[in-house]
């Protein structure tokens, strides 16, 4: 079903390649928009923009790159521009995730799970705000957790990052209101993605959510109709609850 709710609307998705991001991809090109894929593997990323291309008829591109890095956000956003025409949609959704105590998490791990979850956020809304600005429109997903709003062991680093993402987001959206961009933060409950997989295999995956079940949140957020909610921070927990492993 193609709902074209969002045509002529371009789209920069940051962790398009899988999970999450992949579906939010996916979606956003369902409702007509065109999509940017970036992500740091190559595979992936390609993957997710030809299968919008060829199956779905959309209108996608693979970008290559780490969002830790400000060159490779700037010239990605750059060829987006180039290619599909100025952004009106940034996702956010890039990240990782650090399940280790406190005092053997080392400076460089810290640093790590910083860069990639805040970091990256900042330097990409950097490098499209001032697109939305100058057309007085725009909406900015960035994706933080449950764990951005509370505490638990053994992930400080992770915890730490995502309620900056949650801080970042509501400073952000207050800011620019003036100028009709809408900025919000998701924070998912346990999701059913290979990132989960890796780090707790044997946990028990009864009630938790599917990527799909956040790309519909976040392209909602996207939508007209969704116009009054910005600077907020939306929970997205299903019947899940944390993990603490």
């Known amino acids: 079903m193609i ?7 371009v789209a920069f998705v940051s962790g398009g390649g899988r999970g999450i991001g992949r579906e939010t991809c996916f979606l956003l090109a369902k409702h007509g928009a065109k999509v940017a894929v970036f992500s ?5 990323s390609d993957e997710t923009a030809n299968y919008i291309n060829r199956e779905l008829g959309g209108e996608a591109i693979s970008l290559i790159g780490d969002v830790r890095k400000e060159d490779d956000i700037n010239r990605a956003v750059q060829e987006t521009q180039e290619k599909l025409g100025s952004i009106d949609i940034l996702i ?8 280790k105590p ?5 400076v460089e791990e810290w640093d790590f799970v910083q860069d990639v979850n805040i970091r990256g956020v900042y330097l990409c809304a950097r490098a499209v705000v001032p697109q939305m ?13 449950i764990w951005g709003t509370k505490g638990g062991p053994d992930r400080s680093a992770y915890i730490a990052s995502k309620y900056a993402v949650i801080g970042f987001s509501k400073a952000l959206g207050e ?13 998912p409950g346990p999701v059913d993605t290979k990132m989960m997989e890796d780090l707790a ?6 009630n938790w959510l599917q990527p799909i079940d ?19 921070a939306i929970e997205a927990f299903g019947n899940g609850r944390p993990v603490n492993l």
Not at 3 to 9: A, Y
Not at 216 to 226: E, Q, R, S
């Open 3 to 9: 709902f074209l709710e969002l045509t002529e609307k």
């Open 40 to 44: 740091n593997n190559q595979s992936e």
């Open 92 to 99: 956010n959704n890039a990240g990782v995730m650090l399940l």
């Open 102 to 106: 406190f005092h053997e998490t080392s």
């Open 133 to 145: 600005r100058e057309k007085r429109d725009g909406v900015i997903i960035n994706l933080s957790s």
């Open 175 to 187: 800011e620019l209101k003036p100028y009709k961009i809408r900025v919000n933060a998701v924070c």
């Open 201 to 206: 295999p044997d946990v028990n995956k009864e």
């Open 214 to 232: 956040l790309a519909n949140v976040i392209v909602d957020l996207c939508l007209p109709k969704m116009k009054a909610v910005t600077a907020a």
